[in-house]
């Protein structure tokens, strides 16, 4: 099946418009054609697959709506990590400090680059890369301080929000892949090309 999400919204709603619209001619042809015959029940089969295609828009808006409160809140849950462990790293004994800090804004930058402009699943596959990359830096300082003195207060709190961190990216981008099933939106496009014929049938007969 014909991934989707692999093309852009432009090129998916100009081929749906076209497809739609050639079925409109394409009914409306055979409606001429078919004059004077069954006009009522294609008027019937019209408005029954008009409301089954509403019935199926309203789902689809309900399940893409779901998703998007999904991320968004995965979003924020992963700012607020980040932004706490930022700031229990500032309790940190030297150098580890200055090295944890600056490693966490690559962090953010990364998700700033991948959010402010236009991304393929290649850019993101190596923003994931590089961003695990860093966790590793991160977690290597926090075994590094732990080993020193595991009796830290601050070393403890930070290992905690790190923690958190890590897992919030993997919810995040658990989130981010939880789109509307493939076979949602192509159902909906050929319910809508059903639709276009039964109306250009009608409107030639």
Not at 61 to 81: T, V
Not at 129 to 147: G, R, V
Request: glycine fraction near 8%; charge should be neutral.
């Amino acid at each position: 099946m014909i991934d989707l999400y692999n093309y852009s919204l432009l090129t998916i709603f100009l081929v749906g418009v076209a497809a739609i619209l050639l079925a409109i001619e394409i009914g409306h042809w055979l409606g001429v054609r078919a004059t004077g015959k069954g006009g009522d029940n294609i008027s019937t089969l019209e408005g029954a697959v008009i409301g089954l295609l509403a019935l199926m828009v309203g789902f689809t808006f309900a399940m893409a709506l779901s998703r998007f409160e999904a991320r968004r809140d995965a979003i924020l849950a992963e700012a607020n990590a980040i932004g706490t462990t930022a700031l229990r790293a500032r309790l940190l004994p030297e150098p580890h400090r200055k090295e944890v800090l600056g490693l966490l804004r690559d962090y953010v930058r990364i998700r700033l680059d991948v959010t402010q402009r236009s991304t393929t699943r290649t850019d993101l596959a190596a923003a994931i890369e590089n961003s695990n990359a860093i966790q590793e830096k991160l977690w290597q300082h926090a075994m590094a301080m732990a080993a020193a003195d595991n009796g830290m207060v601050p070393t403890g709190l930070f290992i905690q929000t790190l923690n958190e961190t890590i897992d919030d990216q993997a919810k995040r981008l658990n989130a981010l892949r939880n789109r509307v099933p493939n076979i949602v939106p192509s159902a909906l496009f050929a319910v809508a090309i059903i639709v276009g014929g039964f109306a250009g049938y009608g409107t030639g007969a």
